[in-house]
Nanobody
């Protein structure tokens, strides 16, 4: 499975960005797709996850009400719409895939495949 993240950039506080993760290779309905981020000097943290069917969605508290994760079945992508961005959202954002659903959807150790990351910078 290959993941290719895109859509990062520089935006002012209060602005929006839409990240996209293109998925290729052999997948199955049991997959869970996630977005994580890592700010400079900090550990990688969970942002959001979505089941392969799109029926089940999770958000970190920091993302609730501002970010929206979705699946584009036609393009085979996982998108993250980020609104009301804050300077503390500045980080490299990674998309990831795990082969099987589990309760540990927010643990980066559970994910089997990772994209290369895309940088999001929010200026104040």
């Amino acid at each position: 499975v290959q993941l290719q993240a895109s859509g990062g950039g520089l935006v002012q506080a209060g602005g929006s960005l839409r990240l996209s993760c293109a998925v290729s290779g052999r997948t199955s309905r049991s997959y869970v797709m996630g977005w994580f981020r890592q700010a400079a000097g900090k550990e990688r943290e969970f942002v959001s996850a979505i089941s392969w069917s799109g029926d089940t969605i999770y958000y970190a508290d920091s993302a609730k009400g501002r970010f929206t994760i979705s699946r584009d079945f036609a393009k085979n992508t996982v998108d993250l719409q980020m609104d009301s961005l804050r300077p503390e959202d500045t980080a490299v954002y990674y998309c990831a895939a795990k082969r099987h659903y589990s309760d540990n959807y927010d643990s980066n150790q559970e994910y089997n495949y990772w994209g290369q990351g895309t940088l999001v910078t929010v200026s104040s």
